[in-house]
Structures are given as structure tokens and as C-alpha cells.
Nanobody, 120 residues
Framework: VQLQASGGGLVQPGGFLRLSCAAS????????MGWYRQAPGNKRELVAT???????NYVDSVKGRSTISRDNAKNTLDLQMNSLKPEDTAVYYC???????????????WGQGTKVTVSS
């Protein structure tokens, strides 16, 4: 199983980015998908999550200016981030709690990270 993240880059304050993540491999089902981020010197923190049923959760700092979405048929995940601030600068990691074929248990998987830099 692989999670491939993309969409990071350099953006000016007030700008926007769309991060995408594609899960591939021997996947039976995906429970929760989400985005975490880690800024230099900081711990990795939750940004947003979404369940298979579409329930979402956001960290307070991105509420109202970010939207997480997923396509269950394609096993893809997106995060639209608007009104970006310098404090959004971090490496963003996609995450999935999923069950593989022939497995009765679900495990956490992480993508490789995509860097977002918000700077003028």
C-alpha cells in the first residue's frame, strides 16, 4: 500500500493550494483519511480528517478556510486551503487508516509528505 501526496509548493500569503493524495495497492477499505503537518521544530499536528461517510474534522487554525474531501471509489483525498498564512508553512502528510485484503485489522499508513511554504 502506498499513499502518494502532491500539490505542495511556494505560495504567497493570502493565496491557495490544493493538496492531493492517492492511495494504491491491495486496499479492501479505508476508514479515516486525513492530513497532518509538521513545521520545523514542531510536533506533527492534525490538520483535517474525513471518514468514509464524509464526516470532517479540522484543527481550529484552518477552520473556515480549508476543505477536506475524498473520493471513496478512487481512494483519493484532497485538501483545499485558502487564505494561506505563513504559519501554514510545513510539510503536509496524508494519512489513511485502512484495511488490506485478507486482513481483518486496519492499520495506519502515511504518505511521504509534501512541502508547503507560505511566503512573500
Amino acid at each position: 500500500v502506498q499513499l502518494q501526496a502532491s500539490g505542495g509548493g511556494l505560495v504567497q500569503p493570502g493565496g491557495f493550494l490544493r493538496l492531493s493524495c492517492a492511495a494504491s495497492g491491495s486496499i479492501f477499505s479505508i476508514n479515516v483519511m486525513g492530513w497532518y503537518r509538521q513545521a520545523p521544530g514542531n510536533k506533527r499536528e492534525l490538520v483535517a480528517t474525513i471518514t468514509s461517510g464524509g464526516s470532517t474534522n479540522y484543527v481550529d487554525s484552518v477552520k473556515g478556510r480549508s476543505t477536506i474531501s475524498r473520493d471513496n471509489a478512487k481512494n483519493t483525498l484532497d485538501l483545499q486551503m485558502n487564505s494561506l498564512k505563513p504559519e501554514d508553512t510545513a510539510v503536509y502528510y496524508c494519512y489513511a487508516n485502512l484495511r488490506r485484503f485478507r486482513s481483518s485489522l486496519a492499520y495506519d499508513y502515511w504518505g511521504q509528505g509534501t512541502k508547503v511554504t507560505v511566503s512573500s
